[in-house]
């Protein structure tokens, strides 16, 4: 799995909460992934424009915006990235989900290595067949 997904590019991490992000990061990294890091939604947008990622690890609720901000970006530039959001509140989340499938997997907060595999599982199982 580790030859970054299928689509090529690294994955980028977004998130405004220092810790969570640099976290992350590292865990994928540990993993075998190249990863590039956002610590809000203006400047996931701007790396969103320049690059092709395997994936966006976002967090749900950020002081710029939000996780479901980005998914519109992507999908107004024509971007098929596929997106996991990350919240402290999984709950609110859930009807979201349903209705983007862009969305691979959601994850609560704080995301440990077990959290992680699971959504680079389901990142790698592609969008749920309805």
């Not at 992350?24 to 075998?32: E, F, H, P, V, Y």
């Not at 967090?59 to 992507?74: F, K, N, Q, V």
């Not at 609560?108 to 592609?126: F, H, N």
Request: charged fraction near 20%; include cysteine.
């Amino acid at each position: 799995m580790s030859e970054q997904m299928t689509t090529g590019g690294p994955f980028l991490v977004v998130d405004d909460d220092t810790v969570s992000r640099l976290v992350l990061a590292s865990t994928l990294r540990k993993l075998g992934f190249e990863v590039a890091v956002a610590e809000d939604v203006a400047s996931a947008r701007t790396m969103l424009d320049a690059e092709e990622y395997a994936a966006v690890f976002t967090d749900y609720e950020m002081p710029d915006g939000t996780g479901l901000d980005l998914i519109a970006h992507a999908d107004a530039s024509g971007s098929a990235v596929p997106f996991v959001l990350i919240t402290g509140v999984v709950e609110h989340v859930d009807s979201v989900r349903a209705q983007h499938a862009r969305i691979r997997a959601v994850a609560r907060k704080p995301m440990g290595t077990r959290q992680v595999q699971e959504c680079l599982a389901q990142l790698e199982a592609g969008p749920a067949s309805t």
